[in-house]
T-cell receptor, first 115, second 115 residues
Framework: GAGVSQTPSNKVTEKGKYVELRCDPI?????LYWYRQSLGQGPEFLIY????????DSGLPNDRFFAVRPEGSVSTLKIQRTERGDSAVYLC?????????????FGEGSWLTVV | GNSVTQMEGPVTLSEEAFLTINCTYT??????LFWYVQYPGEGLQLLLK?????DKGSNKGFEATYRKETTSFHLEKGSVQVSDSAVYFC??????????????FGTGTRLKVLA
């Protein structure tokens, strides 16, 4: 597609359950980013992929969070043993990587609610 | 580490009023600077950007100038419209090395324009 696609758009899960959120970046973009946005806050960096590898995962809050990008395109953010505090919008973005002035393009986000 | 600080909102203005939203940054090196906008019910999208000192980014009547001496990138518009009501995010690109970049966002400033 033309833009960054994220699925599901909404997910309600019970505390303790496992969740996967998927991101399909813009075709040809080698950089892929995951952010988390809580109500009234700005996007908080989680992890950044350059190709298949995680170039920076310093934003992942703890070891319950994990992300993969096995073929350098689609990425999956995985959250184990979900907690109510994980409720937020999870944003995916992609960008070409040859220039720091590149625009970063966001998807619509996946709204996660943990009950 | 690198960071972005922007003025707290909400900012409420009458239509045709002048808008300024302040943004300052802390960075080692020379980041690129961005303003993103999030309209109600939509994802984040680029509004404008500047990639080096003294550059001015502009779009849809909005402007911001990259001021290295004051580490600022304030957003301005001469005459706001009701349709400008949104949340505005200031951001910078942080060079991680080897041609990779991380984007850091401020907390956002909500603008409400009254008819």
């Amino acid at each position: 597609g033309a833009g960054v696609s994220q699925t599901p758009s909404n997910k309600v899960t019970e505390k303790g359950k496992y969740v996967e959120l998927r991101c399909d970046p813009i075709s040809g973009h080698t950089a892929l980013y995951w952010y988390r946005q809580s109500l009234g806050q700005g996007p908080e960096f989680l992890i950044y992929f350059q190709g298949t590898g995680a170039a920076d995962d310093s934003g992942l809050p703890n070891d319950r969070f994990f992300a993969v990008r096995p073929e350098g395109s689609v990425s999956t953010l995985k959250i184990q043993r979900t907690e109510r505090g994980d409720s937020a919008v999870y944003l995916c973005a992609s960008s070409p990587t040859d220039n720091p002035g590149n625009t970063i393009y966001f998807g619509e986000g996946s709204w996660l609610t943990v009950v | 580490g690198n960071s972005v600080t922007q003025m707290e909102g909400p900012v409420t203005l009458s239509e045709e009023a002048f808008l300024t939203i302040n943004c300052t940054y802390t960075a080692t090196g020379y980041p690129s600077l961005f303003w993103y906008v999030q309209y109600p019910g939509e994802g984040l999208q680029l509004l404008l950007k500047a990639t080096k000192a003294d550059d001015k980014g502009s779009n849809k009547g909005f402007e911001a100038t990259y001021r290295k001496e004051t580490t600022s990138f304030h957003l301005e518009k001469g005459s706001v419209q009701v349709s400008d009501s949104a949340v505005y995010f200031c951001a910078l690109s942080d060079h991680l090395g080897s041609g990779t970049y991380k984007y850091i966002f401020g907390t956002g400033t909500r603008l409400k324009v009254l008819a």
